[in-house]
Nanobody, 125 residues
Framework: QVQLVESGGGLVQAGGSLRLSCAASGRTFSSYAMGWFRQAPGKEREFVAA???????LYYDSVKGRFTISRDHAKNMLYLQMNSLKPEDTAVYYC???????????????????WGQGTQVTVSS
């Protein structure tokens, strides 16, 4: 089992920045890919970014060049640096992890096994 806890959400004006963090605990000695997803009111949860165990990453087109995903293996932490935020980035952001041994990052929500409780990001215009 892997437990995930997000933090760092909040209210920010358009053009501002936030850094989300996700602390992983439990079976953290295993290797697995991780990702960030988001869900806006009335919409389905969607892919934002993902990172492989080795460090390779993937991004949703609308966040490329603005968001950066990173991880610190030593601290069992996942991060999402969000710059140039837009009102359409408003959503609950979720940290997710694939099953141990699944090293490749994917955009498919169904391939992620473990989820955090989410952190709210609100961008005002």
């Amino acid at each position: 089992q892997v437990q995930l806890v997000e933090s760092g959400g909040g209210l920010v004006q358009a053009g501002g920045s936030l850094r989300l963090s996700c602390a992983a605990s439990g079976r953290t000695f295993s290797s697995y890919a991780m990702g960030w997803f988001r869900q806006a009111p009335g919409k389905e949860r969607e892919f934002v970014a993902a990172i492989m165990w080795s460090g390779g990453d993937l991004y949703y087109d609308s966040v490329k060049g603005r968001f950066t995903i990173s991880r610190d293996h030593a601290k069992n932490m996942l991060y999402l640096q969000m710059n140039s935020l837009k009102p359409e980035d408003t959503a609950v952001y979720y940290c997710a992890a694939r099953s141990p041994g699944r090293l490749l990052a994917t955009i498919d929500i169904k391939t992620y096994t473990y989820w955090g409780q989410g952190t709210q990001v609100t961008v005002s215009s």
